[in-house]
């Protein structure tokens, strides 16, 4: 069975600051990776993925995320985060059937204006 | 496209209490999905459905049914309502025309069991 681990469960961050949140997963296949954010009161919206190609993954917003496979991990990064990015980042990964979402348990970030 | 919609938005049931809830997507897609979300443990799959007429249990089925009448609707039925249920439900969908499966996800229906 996959699973999936989100290491940090909240960050606090000023703006401007640089963000990175960590994601590793496992599973032995083929896998499909996703970041998905949860603003305050709204529902899930994708970020980004990942299912072939380039390992260095481009999402909206700034976001970026970097597939290493000998680590298992897919990190979310941000150069310079603002006020409006303080929400719930969830990493999820499906395997290659891709019916199936694992879901890591979060992480809520909140930034300081 | 109103995309995936759920209702009701909340609900407040007594234990033992019986409720449906209705999720609906116009997208024409294959897949749909019933996630509970509870604070530290992200999203957990209830139940899914790969098509019209066919249901699967995902990882925390107990206490709940579902159903799948129609491609577009997709039910979750809590037959004896009990706190451990207070939760946040999200539905989802996703086509098997996209190669990586991407879900798209309903508003919430935000349910407390007393």
């Known amino acids: 069975a996959q699973s999936v681990s989100q290491h940090n469960h909240h960050v606090i961050l000023s703006e401007a600051a640089s963000l990175e949140l960590g994601c590793n997963y496992s599973?032995?296949?083929?896998?499909?990776l996703f970041w998905y954010v949860q603003y305050p009161g709204q529902h899930l919206q994708l970020l980004l993925k990942?299912?072939?190609?380039?390992?260095l993954v481009k999402g909206i917003k700034g976001f970026e995320a970097e597939f290493i496979k000998s680590k298992f991990s897919f990190n979310l990064r941000k150069p310079s985060v603002q006020w409006s990015d303080t929400a719930e980042y969830f990493c999820a990964v499906s395997n290659n059937a891709g019916n199936m979402l694992t879901f890591g348990g979060g992480t809520r970030l909140m930034v300081k204006p | 496209n109103a995309g995936v919609t759920q209702t009701p938005k909340f609900r407040v049931l007594k234990t033992g209490q019986s409720m449906t809830l209705l999720c609906a997507q116009d997208m024409n897609h294959e897949y749909m999905y019933w996630y509970r979300q509870d604070p530290g443990m992200g999203l957990r799959l209830i139940h899914y459905s790969v098509g019209e007429g066919t249901t699967a249990k995902g990882e925390v089925p107990d206490g709940y049914n579902v159903s799948r009448l129609k491609k577009q609707n997709f039910l979750l039925g809590l037959e004896s309502a009990a706190p451990s249920q207070t939760s946040v439900y999200f539905c989802a969908s996703s086509s098997i025309r996209q190669p990586t499966y991407e879900q798209y996800f309903g508003p919430g229906t935000r349910l407390t069991v007393t």
């Open positions: 990942y299912f072939s190609g380039d390992p």
């Open positions: 599973y032995g296949g083929t896998v499909n």
